[in-house]
């Protein structure tokens, strides 16, 4: 019974590399993603680690998957889109709203010097602690509390990313971003909400461009 558990596994990280290498194919060969740091933080953090048990064998199919508290891990596709919108570099310090399970938070652990994720789950964002643990990420600060608050007390933040659907952009985020840096975020209603890129040119003024519809869960 060991043998063929080991051997059912064997054969389950091998798929899931496969489609990982396929995935990582399809956005290089395409096109899709030019920025060769985000390919590479992807194919260094293990994404089923931060999936369900029940699900790691989609671990790597392009489509969300659920998680605890009503809550979904965003495609790959998306999440990868919004890093390279988000054009981190090595050193910055960068706020993410909406933790989840915590794959984003990893990638960007790969990208960034300094990573701050809140999340208002307490469950999944004990779950995102321990998940990064495991991949070994000791540059991430998980906090559970209101994302559409932040976090002042660590900023400014060079990067902003919002991984949740609102309205509007939430002032509060918007006074934490450092003069010259961007923030990512879906803006509008939770299926075909607007990807939108701001860039602060200064205390009070932000240039904004569009990258695109999207589905999210609601940033509450």
Same mark, same amino acid.
């Given at each position: 019974?060991?043998?063929?558990? =080991? ?31 985000? !390919? ?28 605890? $508290?009503?809550?979904? &891990? ?5 999440? &990868? ?7 981190? !570099? ?5 706020? %993410?709203?909406?933790? @989840?399970?915590? /794959?984003? +938070? +990893? ?22 602690? =321990? ?11 998980? &906090? +559970? @509390?209101?994302?559409?608050? @932040? $976090? #002042?007390?660590?900023?400014? /933040?060079?990067? &902003? ?16 971003? #450092?003069?010259?840096?961007? !923030? ?8 075909? $909400? %607007?990807?939108?890129?701001? $860039? ?12 695109? !519809? ?7």
């Amino acid at each position: 019974m060991a043998v063929l558990l =080991e051997k059912t596994e064997q054969k389950l990280n091998t798929d899931l590399e496969q489609e990982k290498q396929r995935l990582y194919g399809y956005w290089k060969n395409s096109r899709m993603i030019s920025n060769d740091s985000v !390919l590479d933080a992807f194919l260094e953090v293990p994404r089923e680690l931060f999936v369900e048990r029940s699900f790691r064998d989609e671990s790597y199919a392009d489509h969300p998957l659920p998680i605890f $508290c009503g809550q979904t &891990i965003s495609q790959p596709t998306t999440v &990868i889109l919004m890093l390279q919108l988000l054009d981190v !570099l090595p050193g910055q310090r960068v706020l %993410e709203i909406g933790t @989840g399970s915590g /794959y984003n +938070a +990893a990638l960007l652990a790969k990208l960034a010097g300094t990573v701050v994720t809140v999340e208002r789950h307490e469950k999944l964002a004990e779950m995102a602690r =321990e998940n990064l643990k495991l991949a070994g990420l000791e540059n991430v600060v998980v &906090i +559970a @509390g209101d994302g559409k608050k @932040g $976090c #002042a007390r660590l900023a400014p /933040y060079d990067r &902003i990313i919002v991984t949740a659907a609102a309205y509007q952009v939430p002032p509060q985020l918007k006074d934490q971003l #450092a003069v010259g840096g961007f !923030l990512v975020a879906p803006v509008g209603a939770t299926h075909g $909400c %607007e990807m939108l890129k701001l $860039c602060k040119t200064s205390p009070e003024h932000f240039q904004t461009s569009s990258h695109g !519809l999207f589905s999210f869960v609601p940033l509450v």
